[in-house]
């Protein structure tokens, strides 16, 4: 069973963290650094497997990691797990955020986190894996993109004025208008304006009407 799925980058930054094991807050932060202190003091030659942090379980749990550029993505297993089978989930998890993002990068995991935690549940849900292929990972993630395009469109659909109004539709439209106008009451202006030895004569506006 997985444990955790941690994801930071080469400072220890965390940007995905996932426990499937219930730690307190204050815990979970200690797990992350510890974590991220084992993995970076490995070199790059040796593999990517080595025992958990004594917070995370210590021998009875197993660290199985990848570094991509700037981000390691670790998870955290039992013994239950292969090893070979943890690396290759983590390869395919990567490929698919590179596929749904184009190219994914550190940025995409700060701003699309909702994003990439929905794609996570698609491979991993309660410490159990549920996909492993790519190419359905990613038609559930487009279908669940289209089902939100739709609901967008629907609410602003929802959200317009009619165009097409349901007494006279459209060609009823400047009639309506121009009654509406001539009900408005103005207040009555007065025809001429005295302004010294000037007059000004202001023109009835009703003929415009």
Do not use: W
């Amino acid at each position: 069973m997985i444990q955790a799925i941690l994801v930071f980058n080469n400072h220890g930054k965390p940007r995905l963290v996932r426990f499937y094991q219930r730690f307190p807050e204050e815990i979970q932060q200690q797990i992350v650094r510890e974590t991220f202190h084992l993995v970076l003091k490995r070199d790059d030659n040796i593999c990517n497997f080595l025992e958990g942090g004594s917070l995370i379980g210590g021998s009875d749990y197993k660290l199985i990691y990848r570094h991509y550029a700037t981000l390691y993505f670790v998870f955290c297993v039992d013994s239950s797990e292969s090893e070979l089978g943890i690396l290759d989930l983590i390869q395919v998890f990567v490929e698919t955020l590179d596929k749904c993002f184009e190219n994914v990068c550190e940025l995409d995991l700060i701003f699309h986190m909702d994003k990439v935690h929905y794609i996570l549940q698609e491979v991993v849900m309660g410490g159990m894996v549920l996909e492993t292929n790519m190419n359905e990972i990613v038609a559930q993630i487009e279908a669940q993109n289209r089902l939100e395009k739709s609901e967008v469109s629907t609410r602003l659909v929802c959200l317009m004025p009619p165009l097409v109004s349901p007494q006279g539709g459209l060609s009823a439209a400047p009639a309506r208008a121009v009654s509406a106008v001539k009900n408005i009451n103005l207040p009555e202006i007065p025809r001429n304006i005295n302004i010294g030895d000037l007059n000004i004569k202001v023109p009835n506006l009703s003929q415009f009407v």
